[in-house]
């Protein structure tokens, strides 16, 4: 799975250098509203769909390890890209074998810590951005 993150004129892109599937998480939940009728039946009314989200739990890489490709960004010019757009309007790009699919998002949440070998944990929540 390849995950990308670009402005919104593609002149800045980023791609996350290291990701396994198993910590990549993908919601798009409903509106819903449930409450009881006068008969005390209770009815749910469903609504629009909420903005899409998803949360991404891995690792900046601080050197290159033979195993990765070799244009992958390290962990200064990550820290770098995302503290950058932080608040910028994004796009965010998921390739897998399964689909693919781009929309403009925003950082909802990141948060990192440097280990011992210098790499850096991450978990990120990336927002689908809508403003109509």
Not at 3 to 10: G, N, Q
Not at 34 to 46: M, P
Request: some cysteine.
């Amino acid at each position: 799975m390849e995950i990308y993150l670009s402005t919104l004129d593609r002149k800045n892109i980023f791609k996350f250098p290291f990701i396994e599937s198993k910590n990549v998480s993908f919601s798009s939940s409903l509106n819903t509203e449930t409450f009881e009728n006068s008969l005390g039946k209770e009815l749910t009314l469903v609504g629009e769909e909420k903005l899409r989200t998803i949360s991404i739990n891995s690792f900046f890489p601080h050197k290159r390890y033979r195993w990765m490709p070799f244009l992958s960004f390290l962990a200064p010019e990550c820290l770098a890209f995302l503290t950058k757009y932080r608040k910028a309007t994004l796009k965010v790009t998921v390739i897998s074998s399964e689909t693919t699919f781009s929309y403009p998002c925003v950082i909802k949440d990141f948060t990192w810590k440097k280990k011992a070998n210098k790499d850096i944990d991450y978990s990120i929540t990336i927002e689908e951005y809508v403003n109509r």
